[in-house]
């Protein structure tokens, strides 16, 4: 599983993108996630990237990923 961060150079957005193959779908053999995200929303998320990943971790995995600890790098591959 590979994860990319894909920041806005106008700063206003912080977009987090994320493909894995999809072993059920042959025809289409990845699935992808993108979030969009304020880069500066310190009333919500103190990192827009952190944020992005941590939200994606939680649609990919199912499992709820706490704000505010380390993430868990296991689950992001090269």
């Known amino acids: 599983m590979s994860m990319r961060e894909y920041p ?3 700063g206003a957005y912080c977009s987090c993108r994320r493909s894995w193959p999809d ?3 042959a025809s289409n053999p ?3 996630v993108i979030t969009k995200l304020l880069s500066q929303d310190p009333s919500n998320y103190p990192d827009a990237p952190t944020e992005g ?3 994606i971790l ?3 995995t199912g ?3 706490p704000r505010g ?3 868990p790098t296991n689950k992001i591959g090269k």
């Open 8 to 10: 806005n150079p106008l």
């Open 23 to 25: 072993p059920n779908n």
């Open 30 to 32: 990845r699935k992808e």
């Open 53 to 55: 990943i941590r939200r």
């Open 58 to 60: 939680e649609i990919v």
């Open 63 to 65: 499992q709820q990923v």
């Open 69 to 71: 600890v380390p993430l």
